[in-house]
Nanobody, 115 residues
């Protein structure tokens, strides 16, 4: 059974930092692409950052230069380091695991940035 558990969210002032973690189980972690998405109230879920099984990454334009995604295959964990946070980064952040024929989601962690 696939399980993704996010942690590390919270309340932070604008300009601050947070590090999100997503621990995975029940999957061949190293084989999949891992991504972070976010969904703000009244908005659609959007891709924030992704890291492929080969370590290649891509980011939404809105977070380039501020966020870094990384993965530790030995710990079955993906991270999102978020620096220089802005009020518009406020959202529920979800991690996603993807391989062909399987896409799984965590339950999300709330990030609130006060201005």
């Amino acid at each position: 059974q696939v399980q993704l558990v996010e942690s590390g969210g919270g309340l932070v002032q604008a300009g601050g930092s947070l590090r999100l973690s997503c621990a995975a189980s029940g999957i061949i972690f190293s084989a999949g692409a891992m991504s972070w998405y976010r969904q703000a109230p009244g908005k659609q879920r959007e891709l924030v950052a992704a890291i492929r099984s080969d370590g290649g990454t891509n980011y939404a334009d809105s977070v380039k230069g501020r966020f870094i995604i990384s993965r530790d295959n030995a710990k079955n964990t993906v991270y999102l380091q978020m620096d220089s946070l802005k009020a518009e980064d406020t959202a529920v952040y979800y991690c996603n695991y993807w391989v062909v024929h399987l896409s799984s989601w965590g339950r999300g962690t709330q990030v609130t940035v006060s201005s």
